[in-house]
């Protein structure tokens, strides 16, 4: 059921520009924080649905479309930003953003509330576990769908991440592809301080996974390790993407502030300026 994004690549960065202005000035107003988390995956994302998702918004229940979930809930506002401008739902739909009763706020919801969301996640170590399941159901259907997780380095701290890791290297699971956004950030400090992962990307190739190491800001590379998972037949990929937390706003950028803080009406107009001028 392949329906491509007519989309140009070399749209994308515009794209990303876009949704960075859009929740810089959500976060601003709704007083929703993770906007450095949200900075941080927010070309990963857009890359995975411009182009690699094999996916149809006009009908987001099909049973053979490639499932994404985002194991780093906190993320919510860049995937309804996504989801949104990919044409799940309508941008307007997005008003009520982090208002009492809306759908929309700080984590995804369970299916069914938000066309496009296939997982309530939010508490940290619960998306890949999913994802591996579905991914597993998917080959005991006879179906050809892939499954795609981003996860946090900080979450990588959760117990059950590495459970499923080997299980899924355990059963061979080859159509199942992480990305872990690798800000070296989590919620109160250095991921190497709190609990170190370090060396990340050998751990996962140490739990029998298929490892590439990326700049997970650079379309190219992103684009070049996707395709890389593909061709892996044997092995679940992880793709360890260093990223930057807030990626975008000079201010925000590396800022671990950014984790809980929301913009004044004074940053917001700066964020929103340099948005503007580097297009
Ligand atoms: C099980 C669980 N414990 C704690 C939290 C609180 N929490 C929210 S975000 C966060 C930090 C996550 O760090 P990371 O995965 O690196 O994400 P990022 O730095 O990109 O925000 C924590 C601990 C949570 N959501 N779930």
Known sequence: MTIKSQVNFSNLDQIARKLRKRLV????????????????????????YWEEL?????????????????????????????????????????????????????????????????AATGSLGHGLPMALGMALAARIL????????????????????????????????????????????????????IMTLDP?????????????????HDFYQIKHALNNARDEKNKPS????NTIKGKGVSFMEDNNNWHYKTPNEQELNSAIKELEVSQ
């Not at 992880?238 to 993407?241: D, G, K, L, N, P």
């Open 25 to 48: 000035k959500t976060s601003s107003s709704a007083k929703i924080p993770h906007l450095g988390s949200c900075l941080s995956c927010l070309d990963l994302l857009v890359y995975l």
């Open 54 to 118: 094999s996916i149809n918004p006009k009908d987001p229940a099909n049973p053979d479309r490639d499932r994404f979930l985002l194991s780093k809930g906190h993320g919510a506002p860049v995937l309804f930003q996504v989801l949104a401008e990919r044409g799940y739902y309508s941008i307007n739909r997005l008003e009520d953003f982090g208002k009492p009763g809306s759908v929309f706020h700080e984590h995804p919801p369970k299916p069914g509330y938000i066309p496009g969301v296939e």
């Open 142 to 193: 006879d179906k050809s769908y892939r499954c795609y997780a981003i996860l946090g380095d900080g979450e990588c701290n959760e117990g059950s991440i590495w459970e499923a890791a080997m299980l899924a290297s355990g059963i061979k699971l080859s159509d199942l592809t992480v990305i872990i956004d690798f800000n070296k950030w989590q919620a109160t400090g250095r991921s190497r301080e």
């Open 200 to 216: 990340l990307a050998s751990k996962w190739e140490s739990f029998g996974w298929h490892v590439q190491e990326i700049n997970g």
């Open 238 to 241: 992880a793709i360890v993407a």
